[in-house]
T-cell receptor, first 119, second 117 residues
Framework: KAGVTQTPRYLIKTRGQQVTLSCSPI?????VSWYQQTPGQGLQFLFE???????NKGNFPGRFSGRQFSNSRSEMNVSTLELGDSALYLC??????????????????FGQGTRLTVV | AQKVTQAQTEISVVEKEDVTLDCVYE???????LFWYKQPPSGELVFLIR??????QNEISGRYSWNFQKSTSSFNFTITASQVVDSAVYFC??????????????FGKGTHLIIQP
């Protein structure tokens, strides 16, 4: 069974540019969450998508956005890049059933991340 | 607001020693989930354990054990007879979401564990 796949693994961009990162979850998993990891701030939650809808969002500016496709693959986009956006971006996938129906989530599996460097 | 504190930034021990990683959390919710993840140099976070707030039983899995104490808001992780392969950064995390999934996790700053041969 394939794990969570993030592409690309490494990326170098210039300030002011935009970037799109991709995450393919484990087959059958419908929830994808994104995290930013920096030496200063540590791991911070960006947002979570389930069935193509953003269900939860962290405290990041509007330059950070995402989407999820019908096959559960997710992309996150950062516009007008700043030097401080340099980070490891991790995504996690889990089964995450409908919380309102009381379905249980399962453990989450993380990808190896995309290392973004903004110069 | 929820918060997770891992006061130990770095721990270095010699192989075969036992080592305990501390985790203290803050939350106003009565229902929450606690996690431990391992991050090897390759970067991905490896799930180790999830515990909900209603289950205070200690857990043992091989050389790993966890001590959850609501009275002190702590969820400590012990590795017995440490091995070089245990070297990694370990993160404790908290979720107040009812599903206990990976969304909205609040992570501690992590403890860098170095096991010397």
């Amino acid at each position: 069974k394939a794990g969570v796949t993030q592409t690309p693994r490494y990326l170098i961009k210039t300030r002011g540019q935009q970037v799109t990162l991709s995450c393919s979850p484990i087959s059958g998993h419908r929830s994808v969450s994104w995290y930013q990891q920096t030496p200063g701030q540590g791991l911070q939650f960006l947002f979570e998508y389930f069935s193509e809808t953003q269900r939860n969002k962290g405290n990041f500016p509007g330059r950070f956005s995402g989407r999820q496709f019908s096959n559960s693959r997710s992309e996150m986009n950062v516009s007008t890049l700043e030097l401080g956006d340099s980070a490891l971006y991790l995504c996690a996938s889990s089964l995450a059933g409908n919380l309102q129906q009381g379905a249980l989530n399962t453990e989450a599996f993380f990808g190896q991340g995309t290392r973004l460097t903004v110069v | 607001a929820q918060k997770v504190t891992q006061a130990q930034t770095e721990i270095s021990v010699v192989e075969k020693e036992d080592v305990t990683l501390d985790c203290v959390y803050e939350t106003r919710d009565t229902t929450y989930y606690l996690f431990w993840y391992k991050q090897p140099p390759s970067g991905e976070l490896v799930f180790l354990i999830r515990r909900n707030s209603f289950d205070e039983q200690n857990e043992i899995s091989g050389r790993y054990s966890w001590n959850f104490q609501k009275s002190t808001s702590s969820f400590n992780f012990t590795i017995t007879a440490s091995q070089v392969v245990d070297s990694a950064v370990y993160f404790c995390a908290l979720s107040e979401n009812s599903g206990g999934g990976a969304d909205g996790l609040t992570f501690g700053k992590g403890t860098h564990l170095i096991i010397q041969p």
